[in-house]
């Protein structure tokens, strides 16, 4: 009894109706609120909720503690924080909270006069910064051999629970 891995490697999660459509999809397939998406983790499922708290954000926190001009730069320059592919895309923003996150746990407001992009899309964005804490940039916490991004996309599983 328990979750059960069904699918690896789920990608993206897409924009609303990709998102929908997927849903819809496992919803049928495997009945609804019998599936969720997550991360196994010591050979442990979590929810994506849980591993935002375990990997993503503490993978920022690692960031600003082994960058502290990056946080720095951050926060002189930054009156405001946006991710351009999830506005584009309608995609998740993990990158914001963890950043705004970081910043509310630490006591720190931001002070620039500028809307920071927190990576960037079509290869567009609003300052060097924003390229160095996108998540295409941050490693994992714990292994620096990989970045956040790849992590997050490729670890990602599709669980079903079974009887």
Do not use: C
């Amino acid at each position: 009894m328990g979750w059960k891995v069904v699918e690896r490697k789920l990608g993206r999660a897409g924009g609303i109706k990709q998102q929908q459509a997927r849903q819809k999809e496992w919803d049928s397939k495997y009945g609804a609120d019998n599936w969720m998406v997550g991360y196994i983790i010591n050979d442990k499922f979590i929810t994506s909720e849980e591993a935002f708290d375990i990997i993503y954000y503490p993978s920022y926190v690692q960031h600003f503690r082994n960058h502290p001009e990056d946080l720095n730069e951050l926060v002189s320059t930054a009156k405001s924080l946006r991710n351009p592919h999830a506005e584009a895309t309608g995609g998740v923003d993990l990158q914001v909270p963890a950043i705004q996150r970081y910043l509310r746990e630490n006591n720190l407001t931001l002070q620039g006069s500028a809307l920071m992009d927190i990576g960037t899309w079509g290869n567009i964005h609003s300052h060097k910064l924003s390229v160095r804490v996108s998540p295409l940039q941050i490693k994992v916490v714990g292994d620096d051999k990989i970045t956040l991004e790849k992590y997050w996309q490729e670890k990602k599983v599709l669980v079903v629970w079974t009887d």
